[in-house]
């Protein structure tokens, strides 16, 4: 059975620019759930979707923002790149909120 | 905000030696999660605990939470090499355990030398 896949591995983009993150869950699993994770930070939680709607955000602003497709798969888009978002994006999915979530390798998102 | 403390940040040690690393907080957590997380890779779960007093053995780790369900410690016996990663605790504010109210300790970062 397939993880948790993202795409890219890496992405590199200059500050101003856009960065689209993209997440596939475990299959059967609706909920999809996008942290943070910047050095010396720890993991913050960014958002959760679950059945196509976003449920919750973190502490980010605005220009953080995603979406999850009809296949539960998930987009994490962020505009207007900051050097300081430079991070490990982590997406993790569960079959509801109450169970295990399983995390995928992450992207390196590096602003340069 | 509920903060976990994990202590020691850094950690190196010889294969053969056992080790314990802490998970401190001021709040009480209903539940708590430890993960490894090895490089290029997304954390993985190792263990629940919810009990105060709790104690859990996975193979050659074994996982305490506090009685008052505010820290958790995390022992090895007899590192061995597959056992680096950075090693981090998680705690659940409620019982209902919503995976997205998850606070995050920054984590150990452990390296088992040869």
């Known amino acids: 059975e397939a993880g948790v896949t993202q795409s890219p591995t890496h992405l590199i983009k200059t500050s101003g620019q856009q960065a689209t993150l993209r997440c596939s869950p475990i299959s059967g699993h609706t909920s999809v759930y996008w942290y943070q994770q910047a050095l010396g930070l720890g993991l913050q939680f960014l958002l959760w979707?679950?059945?196509?709607?976003?449920?919750n955000r973190g502490n980010f602003p605005p220009r953080f923002s995603g979406r999850q497709f009809p296949n539960y798969s998930s987009e994490l888009n962020v505009n207007a790149l900051e050097l300081e978002d430079s991070a490990l994006y982590l997406c993790?999915?569960?079959?509801?909120?109450?169970?295990?979530?399983?995390f995928g390798q992450g992207t390196r998102l590096t602003v340069v | 905000t509920q903060l976990l403390e994990q202590s020691p940040q850094f950690l190196s040690i010889q294969e053969g030696e056992n080790l314990t690393v802490y998970c401190n907080s001021s709040?009480?957590?209903?539940?708590l999660q430890w993960y490894r997380q090895e490089p290029g890779e997304g954390p993985v779960l190792l263990v629940t605990v919810v009990t105060g007093g709790e104690v859990k053995k996975l193979k050659r780790l074994t996982f305490q939470f506090g009685d008052a369900r505010k820290d958790s410690s995390l022992h090895i016996t007899a590192a061995q090499t597959g056992d680096t990663g950075l090693y981090l605790c998680a705690g659940a504010a409620d019982s209902g355990g919503s995976n997205y109210k998850l606070t995050f300790g920054k984590g150990t970062l452990l390296t088992v030398n040869p």
């Open positions: 993790a999915s569960s079959f509801d909120t109450n169970t295990e979530a399983f």
């Open positions: 979707y679950d059945e196509g709607e976003e449920r």
């Open positions: 709040s009480v957590f209903s539940s």
